[in-house]
Protein backbone atom coordinates (compact mmCIF):
# COMPACT_ATOMS: atom_id res chain seq x y z
CA UNK A 1 0.00 0.00 0.00
CA UNK A 2 1.31 3.34 -0.95
CA UNK A 3 1.88 5.49 2.26
CA UNK A 4 4.12 7.81 3.85
CA UNK A 5 5.88 6.19 7.16
CA UNK A 6 7.27 8.35 9.83
CA UNK A 7 10.00 7.51 12.61
CA UNK A 8 10.13 6.98 14.93
CA UNK A 9 6.79 7.33 16.78
CA UNK A 10 8.62 8.09 19.80
CA UNK A 11 11.31 10.28 20.81
CA UNK A 12 12.87 11.30 24.01
CA UNK A 13 15.92 14.02 23.54
CA UNK A 14 18.12 15.27 26.04
CA UNK A 15 18.54 19.32 26.09
CA UNK A 16 21.45 20.52 23.21
CA UNK A 17 21.02 17.63 21.38
CA UNK A 18 20.29 17.66 17.91
CA UNK A 19 17.57 14.36 16.62
CA UNK A 20 16.46 13.86 12.86
CA UNK A 21 13.21 12.67 11.98
CA UNK A 22 12.65 10.20 9.16
CA UNK A 23 9.50 10.89 6.86
CA UNK A 24 9.69 8.48 3.34
CA UNK A 25 6.63 7.95 0.81
CA UNK A 26 5.90 5.79 -1.85
CA UNK A 27 3.58 7.40 -3.36
CA UNK A 28 5.86 9.31 -5.79
CA UNK A 29 4.91 12.54 -5.10
CA UNK A 30 6.66 15.91 -5.89
CA UNK A 31 6.07 18.02 -3.09
CA UNK A 32 6.37 17.00 0.95
CA UNK A 33 6.07 19.35 3.81
CA UNK A 34 6.89 19.21 7.63
CA UNK A 35 4.87 20.18 9.90
CA UNK A 36 4.56 21.15 13.70
CA UNK A 37 1.78 20.42 16.03
CA UNK A 38 0.96 22.07 19.53
CA UNK A 39 -1.97 21.97 21.34
CA UNK A 40 -4.52 24.51 20.51
CA UNK A 41 -2.11 26.04 18.06
CA UNK A 42 -3.06 23.89 15.19
CA UNK A 43 -0.52 22.95 12.33
CA UNK A 44 2.33 25.34 11.65
CA UNK A 45 4.57 24.56 9.00
CA UNK A 46 8.41 24.26 9.48
CA UNK A 47 10.08 23.45 5.94
CA UNK A 48 8.65 22.29 2.32
CA UNK A 49 9.93 20.64 -1.01
CA UNK A 50 8.92 20.89 -4.59
CA UNK A 51 10.95 18.94 -5.73
CA UNK A 52 14.41 17.01 -5.31
CA UNK A 53 17.07 19.34 -4.20
CA UNK A 54 15.38 21.95 -3.55
CA UNK A 55 13.15 23.40 -0.06
CA UNK A 56 11.89 26.18 1.22
CA UNK A 57 11.09 27.71 4.57
CA UNK A 58 8.06 27.59 6.43
CA UNK A 59 6.72 29.93 8.93
CA UNK A 60 9.16 28.64 12.00
CA UNK A 61 11.94 27.20 10.39
CA UNK A 62 14.34 28.51 12.86
CA UNK A 63 15.95 25.79 14.89
CA UNK A 64 15.14 23.04 12.01
CA UNK A 65 16.93 21.77 8.59
CA UNK A 66 15.83 19.66 6.39
CA UNK A 67 17.43 17.85 2.90
CA UNK A 68 15.78 16.50 -0.05
CA UNK A 69 18.24 14.46 -1.64
CA UNK A 70 15.52 11.64 -2.69
CA UNK A 71 12.16 12.10 -4.13
CA UNK A 72 10.75 9.68 -1.41
CA UNK A 73 13.08 10.96 1.76
CA UNK A 74 12.59 14.00 3.36
CA UNK A 75 14.18 13.78 6.92
CA UNK A 76 13.79 16.75 9.66
CA UNK A 77 16.36 17.56 11.86
CA UNK A 78 15.91 19.55 15.24
CA UNK A 79 18.79 21.64 16.16
CA UNK A 80 19.88 22.35 19.57
CA UNK A 81 18.72 25.81 18.62
CA UNK A 82 15.42 25.01 18.79
CA UNK A 83 13.99 26.81 21.88
CA UNK A 84 11.17 24.53 22.87
CA UNK A 85 11.42 21.09 20.47
CA UNK A 86 8.85 19.24 22.45
CA UNK A 87 5.84 18.78 19.66
CA UNK A 88 4.02 16.19 17.79
CA UNK A 89 5.92 16.30 14.16
CA UNK A 90 3.66 15.35 11.31
CA UNK A 91 5.19 14.60 7.83
CA UNK A 92 2.76 15.08 4.74
CA UNK A 93 3.21 14.94 0.70
CA UNK A 94 0.87 15.83 -2.30
CA UNK A 95 0.53 14.88 -5.79
CA UNK A 96 0.62 16.64 -8.86
CA UNK A 97 -2.49 19.53 -8.71
CA UNK A 98 -3.23 22.54 -6.89
CA UNK A 99 -6.15 20.47 -6.22
CA UNK A 100 -5.11 17.78 -4.38
CA UNK A 101 -5.26 16.98 -0.69
CA UNK A 102 -2.08 15.95 1.74
CA UNK A 103 -1.63 12.94 3.00
CA UNK A 104 0.18 12.38 6.23
CA UNK A 105 2.10 10.45 8.09
CA UNK A 106 1.03 9.38 11.77
CA UNK A 107 3.55 11.64 13.29
CA UNK A 108 6.57 11.53 15.52
CA UNK A 109 6.14 12.85 18.81
CA UNK A 110 9.12 14.59 20.43
CA UNK A 111 9.74 15.02 24.05
CA UNK A 112 12.93 16.65 25.28
CA UNK A 113 14.44 16.23 28.83
CA UNK B 1 -4.35 38.90 5.56
CA UNK B 2 -5.60 34.92 4.74
CA UNK B 3 -6.95 33.62 7.52
CA UNK B 4 -9.53 30.49 8.60
CA UNK B 5 -11.20 30.57 11.41
CA UNK B 6 -13.24 27.28 13.57
CA UNK B 7 -15.04 29.24 15.83
CA UNK B 8 -15.78 26.67 18.00
CA UNK B 9 -12.77 25.09 20.32
CA UNK B 10 -14.76 22.24 21.24
CA UNK B 11 -18.22 20.60 19.97
CA UNK B 12 -20.38 18.19 22.35
CA UNK B 13 -23.26 16.23 20.50
CA UNK B 14 -25.60 13.15 21.65
CA UNK B 15 -24.99 9.92 19.71
CA UNK B 16 -27.40 10.17 16.74
CA UNK B 17 -27.86 13.57 16.74
CA UNK B 18 -26.57 15.68 13.64
CA UNK B 19 -23.43 17.44 14.30
CA UNK B 20 -22.11 20.59 12.20
CA UNK B 21 -18.80 21.60 12.45
CA UNK B 22 -17.88 25.35 11.64
CA UNK B 23 -15.38 26.77 9.36
CA UNK B 24 -15.27 30.57 7.83
CA UNK B 25 -12.49 31.83 5.84
CA UNK B 26 -11.19 35.12 4.75
CA UNK B 27 -9.61 34.41 1.40
CA UNK B 28 -9.81 36.33 -1.92
CA UNK B 29 -11.17 34.86 -4.87
CA UNK B 30 -12.33 31.30 -5.18
CA UNK B 31 -10.20 28.95 -2.85
CA UNK B 32 -10.17 25.04 -2.71
CA UNK B 33 -11.31 23.92 1.05
CA UNK B 34 -10.50 21.42 2.52
CA UNK B 35 -11.48 18.83 5.77
CA UNK B 36 -9.06 16.95 7.49
CA UNK B 37 -9.63 14.62 10.69
CA UNK B 38 -7.53 13.42 13.33
CA UNK B 39 -7.81 10.68 15.89
CA UNK B 40 -5.38 10.81 18.83
CA UNK B 41 -1.59 10.78 18.58
CA UNK B 42 -2.01 10.04 14.69
CA UNK B 43 -1.22 11.65 11.35
CA UNK B 44 -4.31 13.57 10.22
CA UNK B 45 -6.49 11.81 7.21
CA UNK B 46 -8.16 13.38 4.32
CA UNK B 47 -12.13 13.80 4.74
CA UNK B 48 -13.32 16.23 1.65
CA UNK B 49 -12.93 19.03 -0.52
CA UNK B 50 -14.22 21.61 -2.48
CA UNK B 51 -12.83 22.69 -5.67
CA UNK B 52 -16.20 24.22 -7.90
CA UNK B 53 -19.25 22.81 -8.80
CA UNK B 54 -21.90 21.62 -6.45
CA UNK B 55 -21.95 23.58 -3.33
CA UNK B 56 -22.41 20.44 -1.53
CA UNK B 57 -19.66 18.02 -1.33
CA UNK B 58 -19.59 14.17 -0.14
CA UNK B 59 -16.67 12.78 2.12
CA UNK B 60 -15.79 9.58 4.13
CA UNK B 61 -17.48 8.33 7.02
CA UNK B 62 -20.84 9.61 6.63
CA UNK B 63 -19.55 13.44 6.48
CA UNK B 64 -20.82 16.32 3.88
CA UNK B 65 -19.83 19.93 4.15
CA UNK B 66 -21.11 22.77 2.30
CA UNK B 67 -19.71 25.97 0.81
CA UNK B 68 -21.17 29.01 0.95
CA UNK B 69 -19.44 31.70 -0.93
CA UNK B 70 -21.57 34.52 0.73
CA UNK B 71 -21.03 33.86 3.63
CA UNK B 72 -17.61 32.40 3.14
CA UNK B 73 -18.32 29.35 5.24
CA UNK B 74 -17.68 25.45 4.34
CA UNK B 75 -19.26 23.90 7.49
CA UNK B 76 -18.53 20.16 8.14
CA UNK B 77 -21.83 18.12 8.68
CA UNK B 78 -22.85 14.92 9.44
CA UNK B 79 -26.76 13.91 9.88
CA UNK B 80 -26.84 11.39 12.38
CA UNK B 81 -23.39 11.41 15.09
CA UNK B 82 -21.42 8.12 15.89
CA UNK B 83 -19.10 7.63 19.55
CA UNK B 84 -16.89 7.01 16.87
CA UNK B 85 -16.63 10.39 15.33
CA UNK B 86 -15.05 11.68 18.01
CA UNK B 87 -11.43 13.21 16.97
CA UNK B 88 -10.35 16.65 16.18
CA UNK B 89 -11.13 18.32 12.93
CA UNK B 90 -9.35 21.15 10.68
CA UNK B 91 -10.55 23.04 8.06
CA UNK B 92 -7.60 24.47 5.16
CA UNK B 93 -7.83 26.75 2.38
CA UNK B 94 -5.83 27.12 -0.22
CA UNK B 95 -5.31 29.86 -2.70
CA UNK B 96 -5.27 28.74 -5.87
CA UNK B 97 -4.13 32.14 -7.16
CA UNK B 98 -1.73 33.48 -4.64
CA UNK B 99 -0.34 30.38 -3.78
CA UNK B 100 2.14 30.19 -6.50
CA UNK B 101 3.71 26.80 -6.66
CA UNK B 102 3.81 25.85 -2.94
CA UNK B 103 0.43 24.59 -2.69
CA UNK B 104 0.27 26.12 0.75
CA UNK B 105 -2.30 25.27 2.83
CA UNK B 106 -3.73 27.75 5.34
CA UNK B 107 -5.02 25.76 8.35
CA UNK B 108 -8.01 26.51 10.97
CA UNK B 109 -6.86 26.11 14.90
CA UNK B 110 -8.96 22.88 14.95
CA UNK B 111 -12.07 21.59 16.56
CA UNK B 112 -12.22 18.89 18.71
CA UNK B 113 -15.51 16.60 18.52
CA UNK B 114 -16.83 14.51 21.38
CA UNK B 115 -19.91 12.39 20.75
CA UNK B 116 -21.33 11.19 23.97
CA UNK B 117 -23.02 8.32 24.22
Known amino acids: DGGITQSPKYLFRKEGQNVTLSCEQN?????MYWYRQDPGQGLRLIYY???????QKGDIAEGYSVSREKKESFPLTVTSAQKNPTAFYLC????????????FGEGSRLTVL | AQSVAQPEDQVNVAEGNPLTVKCTYS??????LFWYVQYPNRGLQFLLK????DNLVKGSYGFEAEFNKSQTSFHLKKPSALVSDSALYFC???????????????WGLGTSLAVNP
Open chain 1, 27 to 31: LNHDA
Open chain 2, 27 to 32: VSGNPY
Open chain 1, 92 to 103: ASIGGSHTGELF
Open chain 2, 50 to 53: YITG
Open chain 2, 92 to 106: AVRDPVNAGNNRKLI
Open chain 1, 49 to 55: SQIVNDF
